[in-house]
């Protein structure tokens, strides 16, 4: 299973947002040594999470707005060896509540490199999330919280919420080949009320842990790992970790054999210990 693998290899701290701007509430949220590509102020969620750390090495980059773009509707972009990758502000309600409804849904765009303006009629549209989802429990507003780019893939967190709710009624981990333009479900996730979730990756394969209270002062963790190519989806136990907080990797070991993989969005190593 390691040599197969070896081969194809190569917390929610809920923001209060402006009217017009929802990026996450949670650790997957924008790291600090990020820059937000709007300069006003009212366009950057705050971020109390205590656990969430900076990534030394990502396989996506922050970018400016090009020149001459205007920053207006630009919430995010990122630099990627593809071209940049971003997403407008969507339209939502003026109704004072610190996560406002939408009225358009939330889409991620790419450009060329060398764009001077970022503009939806002249970028190709990679993903249309759904305006809302209908659960068990009812409708939600459906949230694009971050995204990075690995291995021709765009892997990025959604969240369900409603105003007056104080936090998501879910999270969604996913990913979106940027050509073939196919959408994936990695898995759900919570990250509130003493959950923990994080993820890294190695190319196309992504490591994550969701790390849940257990009896008495336990935790239970859950790790996994799956290729974006493949669909190929292995448990992992956590005696083949070694954590490297200083780093800000996770060194899986098989076999005999090591790979090394990077946190990506804000997550911290807290979920893998």
């Known amino acids: 299973m390691f040599s197969k693998f070896n081969k194809t290899s190569a917390k929610w701290s809920l923001a209060v947002l402006a009217l017009t701007l929802v990026i996450g509430c949670s650790s997957l949220s924008n790291p600090s040594n990020q820059n937000d590509l709007v300069s ?4 950057q969620p705050s971020n109390s999470n205590a656990h969430q750390s900076q990534p030394n090495n990502t396989a996506s980059s922050e970018s400016n707005v090009p020149t001459g773009q205007s920053s207006s509707n630009v919430q ?44 939806t009629s002249s970028a190709e549209t990679i993903l249309t999330l759904p305006l809302t989802e209908y659960t068990s429990a009812g409708q939600f507003n459906v949230y694009l919280n971050n995204y990075f780019f690995s291995d021709n893939w765009i892997i990025y967190s959604i969240f369900l919420m409603n105003p007056g709710m104080v936090q998501p009624y879910s999270n969604q981990l996913r ?4 050509d073939s333009k196919k959408d994936i479900l ?15 990756v190695k190319n196309d394969w992504i490591l994550y842990s969701q790390k849940t209270p257990g009896p008495g002062v336990s935790y239970v963790n859950q790790i996994a790992m799956f290729n974006l190519n493949n669909g190929q989806k292995m448990s992992v136990d956590q005696n083949d970790l070694k954590v490297i907080p200083e780093k800000n990797v996770v060194n899986y070991s098989k076999n005999g054999q090591t790979l090394t993989f990077q946190l990506q969005l804000g997550s911290t190593t807290t979920a893998f210990e």
């Open 186 to 200: 990695l898995t759900n996730f919570y990250d509130a009320g003493g959950d923990f979730f994080s993820i890294a």
């Open 175 to 178: 990913a979106v080949n940027i």
């Open 76 to 119: 995010r972009s990122i630099e990627t060896p593809r071209g940049l990758i971003w997403n407008p502000r969507p339209a939502m309600n003026n109704n004072n509540s610190p996560v406002p409804p939408l009225v358009t849904p939330f889409s991620l765009y790419l450009s060329p490199s060398n764009s001077k303006q970022l503009q």
């Open 40 to 43: 006003n102020n009212n366009s």
